[in-house]
């Protein structure tokens, strides 16, 4: 399996060029559900150690039977697959302008969720105009053990999203700990209240909201992953629901930048546009950098060859 490594705002995303698994022809939603129900090994033997680790996000790329597309793309972290995903979609763009598969412009991929255009602005910067996003319900509270009630709103921009101030410790790098653990209670207590997006979607996504460090900054967050990780970068579909959650309180106007900080301190400029629906059109912009490109090696006789699984 070839594969290329790189880092968006200090997430890491892998793209599987080729040696994947063999998925019948399809549009990309249908075939990231053929992938979750025939190939549920791939997940973690992709992306877990001994090859990579809990944080990575995977970008298989599939054909497209859009002919405006030039690639179809499935987004997937060691536990199964992404609707979208903002890192691994600027990363991507990085990665096919490394290969030379792509070129400074205007690109469109497939997603499992909607097509995205990407502008490829350099060898290392790219934005990406998401799928409309919008604030499904506001003020939701969540009875959390050791927190107590936690009141927060549930939003989608490309994945399902609890967004919430409350947060009994600062969001500081050196508090990821209490911050991980803290998320994931509120993400169990989610699942065991029944607590959904629209239409039942599973909200695997929990992001803490709070005030930036940097002067150039507007928001900062923590973002936990389905996986249990947390997102290093200040995650495109995270702030592309809190962008909706703005729009939908006129917090935010149409055009107006707004600088989002991650937990590391790395930064996204999103801007949104009205959607068709009542929803936004936020675009995310931010630097992706290759850092490794190489082949995955899966041998039968090795003990781990599925990933290590806790
Ligand atoms: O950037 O949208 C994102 C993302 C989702 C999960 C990790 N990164």
């Known amino acids: 399996m070839q594969f290329i490594d790189s880092h968006t705002e200090g997430e890491p995303t892998r793209v599987i060029l080729s040696g994947g698994p063999d998925l019948k022809p399809g549009p990309v939603s ?6 979750l129900a025939e190939h549920p090994g791939f997940y973690r033997s992709t992306l877990m150690e001994p090859r990579g680790h ?34 691994a979609t600027l990363g ?50 969540v009875e959390v053990p050791e927190l107590g009630p936690v009141v927060g709103d549930i939003a989608w921009g490309g994945n399902w999203f609890f967004l919430t101030k409350t947060c009994p410790v600062p969001l500081h790098f050196d508090q990821i700990e209490s911050l991980t653990r803290y998320a994931r209670l509120i993400m169990a207590a989610l699942r065991t209240q029944g607590i959904t997006g629209e239409e039942g979607g599973v ?9 930036p460090h940097h002067p150039d900054a507007r928001g900062r967050n923590f973002v936990l992953c389905p996986g249990g990780a947390y997102d290093r970068s200040p995650c495109g579909t995270g702030t592309s629901a809190k962008v909706a959650c703005m729009a939908a309180d006129d917090e935010l106007a149409p055009g107006e930048p707004w600088v989002q900080e991650s937990i590391i301190d790395s930064r996204y400029t999103l801007v949104y546009e009205p959607g068709p629906n009542g929803g936004v059109i936020p675009t995310v912009t931010g630097t992706a950098y290759v850092t490794a490109v ?8 090795d003990p781990y060859v599925g990933g290590i699984t806790p």
Do not use: W
């Not at 249908?30 to 992938?35: H, Y």
């Not at 792509?102 to 995205?116: A, K, L």
């Not at 190489?294 to 006789?301: I, K, S």
């Open 54 to 87: 809990d944080a990575m996000v995977g970008a298989l790329l599939v054909p497209s039977q859009q002919d405006d597309c030039c690639t179809g793309v499935i987004y997937y972290n060691p536990v199964g697959n992404l609707g979208m995903c903002g890192h």
């Open 30 to 35: 249908q075939l990231a559900r053929q992938l």
């Open 203 to 211: 909200i695997d996504h929990v992001e803490f909201i709070g005030a």
């Open 294 to 301: 190489g082949e995955l090696v899966f041998d039968a006789a």
């Open 92 to 141: 991507t763009a990085v990665t096919l302008a490394h290969l030379g598969r792509i070129q400074p412009g205007c690109h469109r991929f497939e997603t499992p969720v909607g097509v995205v255009e990407v502008e490829l602005h350099d060898a290392h910067r790219a934005s990406v105009r998401n799928v409309e996003s919008f604030r499904y319900r506001k003020d939701v509270s």
